[in-house]
């Protein structure tokens, strides 16, 4: 057998004692288990794919990648003349050797953003056509370069405002344009590569207030035949949240426009939902109890039972990093603070939470 192979047998039958009728194949991944549903993607750092235990285990669970930060506007174009494809570019390469799908994340966001966008040479702000325009040449650099290779983007994310009482962010995005730049943002991508699938993301979309602004958005943009095809359900949920019914109604109410749905960034905090960045109190644990783990395994468990109910409507499903080895929640919302919200833990097995996702 291929030695790779017997080190993923070991990575998947070494973390837990289970009977013969529990063990899953150790030739079989989540993509594998899920080929008849839809992909399962993970969310990758070029330095993921160099280090040989995270390559392994990326090969054999996952047919899908999407770069976590490398192709976000400020990393790939920190300066109006300057690019940097390298990060983006291996990671490309590495899913084109693999035969692997890519997800490009993201054209247009109000984070990560390089300031010379916004700013004349003298500093002043730009105008919306100047904005637009800068807007457009990125878009279709980006898309360009890639096109054939990714197959769908996240065109446009997190434009809706945290505030329940607001419609829209109150980007530099929307102060300079209006909300003119979401559906210019869709139609630079879609002349750049026709074929992409064109996602809008964004998050807590299961919340129902959230949801109908998101759904007041969406229409929006199919009522002006804007070139949307899906939406993203980033996914980043928690032990207590969203509810089982929550998630179907935000699944089918979005599909009722004639949009795909994907889980884009999905992961199972085992803390409860916070926003602003924070100091790790002195009597807070992070200890990742038994009385976790069988929550966070049942929280999956229920996911992934919805997720096969509306496959009508779903077409992929990503997580949000490989395994509790690093995930970016173990430095937001609190610095420090190590989280435990993957199907794989630190030493790259698989957790209580990894079997009932497989077992159906």
């Given at each position: 057998?291929?030695?790779?192979?017997?080190?993923?047998?070991?990575?998947?039958?070494?973390?837990?004692?289970?009977t013969?009728?529990?063990?899953?194949?150790?030739d079989?991944?989540?993509?594998?288990?899920?080929?008849?549903?839809?992909?399962?993607?993970?969310?990758?750092?070029?330095?993921?794919l160099?280090?040989?235990?995270?390559?392994?285990?990326?090969?054999?669970?996952?047919?899908?990648?999407t770069?976590?930060?490398?192709?976000?506007?400020?990393?790939?174009?920190?300066?109006?003349?300057?690019?940097?494809?390298?990060p983006?570019?291996?990671?490309?390469?590495?899913?084109?050797?693999?035969?692997?799908?890519v997800r490009?994340?993201n054209?247009?966001?109000?984070?990560?953003?390089?300031?010379?966008?916004?700013?004349?040479?003298?500093?002043?702000?730009?105008?919306?056509?100047?904005?637009?325009?800068?807007?457009?040449?990125?878009?279709?650099?980006?898309?360009?370069?890639?096109?054939?290779?990714?197959y769908?983007?996240?065109?446009?994310?997190?434009?809706?405002?945290?505030?329940p009482?607001?419609?829209?962010?109150?980007?530099?995005?929307?102060?300079?344009?209006?909300?003119?730049?979401?559906?210019?943002?869709?139609?630079?991508?879609?002349?750049?590569?026709?074929?992409?699938?064109?996602?809008?993301?964004?998050?807590?979309?299961?919340r129902?207030?959230?949801?109908?602004?998101?759904?007041?958005?969406?229409?929006?943009?199919?009522?002006?035949?804007?070139?949307?095809?899906?939406?993203?359900?980033?996914?980043?949920?928690?032990l207590?949240?969203?509810?089982?019914?929550?998630?179907?109604?935000?699944?089918?109410?979005?599909?009722s426009?004639?949009?795909?749905?994907?889980?884009?960034?999905?992961?199972?905090?085992?803390?409860p939902?916070?926003?602003?960045?924070?100091?790790?109190?002195?009597?807070?644990?992070?200890?990742?109890?038994?009385e976790m783990?069988?929550?966070?395994?049942?929280?999956?468990?229920?996911?992934?039972?919805?997720?096969?109910?509306?496959?009508?409507?779903?077409t992929?499903?990503?997580?949000?990093?490989?395994?509790?080895?690093?995930?970016?929640?173990?430095?937001?919302?609190?610095?420090?603070?190590?989280?435990?919200?993957?199907?794989?833990?630190?030493?790259?097995?698989?957790?209580?939470?990894?079997?009932?996702?497989?077992?159906?």
């Amino acid at each position: 057998m291929n030695p790779t192979r017997l080190a993923l047998g070991a990575l998947l039958l070494g973390s837990l004692t289970l009977t013969s009728s529990q063990r899953p194949d150790a030739d079989k991944g989540l993509k594998d288990y899920y080929k008849d549903y839809f992909p399962i993607g993970v969310a990758v750092s070029p330095r993921a794919l160099q280090n040989p235990a995270e390559a392994a285990l990326i090969l054999q669970q996952f047919n899908s990648l999407t770069p976590e930060n490398d192709m976000k506007m400020g990393p790939i174009h920190p300066e109006e003349n300057r690019w940097n494809w390298g990060p983006s570019d291996a990671i490309v390469d590495f899913a084109q050797a693999h035969k692997l799908k890519v997800r490009g994340h993201n054209l247009c966001w109000h984070e990560q953003t390089p300031r010379w966008l916004f700013k004349n040479a003298d500093g002043s702000q730009v105008s919306k056509e100047v904005l637009l325009k800068r807007l457009h040449d990125h878009i279709d650099a980006v898309v360009k370069r890639y096109k054939g290779k990714i197959y769908a983007w996240d065109v446009v994310n997190e434009a809706i405002a945290d505030n329940p009482n607001e419609f829209l962010r109150n980007s530099d995005w929307y102060k300079i344009c209006g909300e003119d730049f979401i559906a210019e943002a869709f139609r630079y991508a879609h002349a750049a590569d026709p074929k992409a699938v064109l996602f809008y993301n964004d998050y807590n979309t299961e919340r129902p207030e959230k949801m109908e602004r998101v759904y007041k958005l969406l229409k929006k943009l199919k009522d002006a035949n804007v070139p949307i095809d899906a939406v993203g359900l980033q996914g980043h949920w928690s032990l207590v949240e969203p509810t089982e019914q929550e998630l179907r109604t935000t699944i089918e109410r979005f599909g009722s426009l004639g949009l795909k749905v994907q889980v884009t960034e999905l992961d199972v905090s085992v803390y409860p939902w916070e926003k602003d960045r924070r100091a790790k109190r002195p009597d807070e644990s992070d200890a990742y109890t038994p009385e976790m783990q069988a929550k966070q395994a049942a929280q999956y468990k229920m996911f992934f039972k919805v997720f096969r109910d509306e496959k009508k409507y779903l077409t992929g499903i990503t997580f949000w990093n490989i395994s509790d080895h690093y995930s970016w929640l173990d430095t937001y919302p609190v610095a420090g603070r190590k989280n435990h919200p993957l199907l794989f833990d630190e030493n790259f097995k698989p957790k209580q939470a990894y079997y009932e996702v497989v077992k159906f």
